[in-house]
């Protein structure tokens, strides 16, 4: 089973700009989290989507979105980008039925504003 | 304000011993712990979890231990090996917030020859 892939890995991006990633779960998982993760902060959450809604919101201003198809996948964008949105964007993905079940995680997208 | 707190940036263990790996938290609401172990340039990956109706859970070489009262959990490894080298997040969940995971900044272990 394929796990979770998120494009790009890497991206660097200007000040102001904004950015959009993509998250593919693994098959037959309908919730898809995103994470930030910066030096010693560890895993700040972001948002939830379940069967293309959005389930749970983390502390983050408006300028981070995001959303989920009917297949599953799911976007995360950033817009009008600051220097401090330099992070690694972790998605992660669960079967999502309020069970606990672990979440399972792609390699990241690692973004550089610069 | 920091709900689940990993207080050791780093830990050294000699190959063979034992690796304790601490994890407290504030909100006694918490009813699911999880450990997760994350390499560079990955992802996290599920280690083990715990219920809160639980005191330890045991998984191989890997046992997470449950103190509610004290709310503080830890992780033992035993015996270390190499490829356990890696940073050990801690991330905790309750049944009324759809089980979001908040999660401490992470323990790196180096675990030396």
């Known amino acids: 089973k394929a796990g979770v892939t998120q494009t790009p890995r890497y991206l660097i991006k200007t000040r102001g700009q904004q950015v959009t990633l993509s998250c593919s779960p693994i098959s037959g998982h309908r919730s898809v989290s995103w994470y930030q993760q910066t030096p010693g902060q560890g895993l700040q959450f972001l948002f939830e989507y379940f069967s293309e809604t959005q389930r749970n919101k983390g502390n983050f201003p408006g300028r981070f979105s995001g959303r989920q198809f009917s297949n599953s996948r799911s976007e995360m964008n950033v817009s009008t980008l600051e220097l401090g949105d330099s992070a690694l964007y972790l998605c992660?993905?669960?079967?999502?039925?309020?069970?606990?079940?672990?979440?399972?995680f792609g390699n990241g997208t690692r973004l550089t504003v610069t | 304000d920091q709900q689940v707190k990993q207080n050791s940036p780093s830990l050294s263990v000699q190959e063979g011993r034992i690796s304790i790996l601490n994890c407290d938290y504030t909100?006694?609401?918490?009813?699911?712990f999880l450990w997760y172990k994350k390499y560079p340039a990955e992802g996290p990956t599920f280690l083990i979890s715990?219920?809160?109706i639980k005191d330890k859970n045991e998984d191989g070489r890997f046992t997470v231990f449950l103190n509610k009262s004290a709310k503080h959990l830890s992780l033992h490894i035993v015996p270390s090996q190499p490829g356990d080298s890696a940073v050990y997040f801690c991330?905790?969940?309750?049944?009324?917030?759809?089980?979001?995971?908040?999660w401490g900044a992470g323990t790196k272990l180096i675990i030396k020859p």
């Open positions: 991330a905790a969940s309750r049944m009324d917030s759809n089980y979001q995971l908040i």
């Open positions: 715990i219920s809160s």
């Open positions: 992660a993905s669960s079967l999502g039925s309020f069970d606990n079940s672990p979440l399972h």
């Open positions: 909100n006694s609401m918490f009813d699911y």
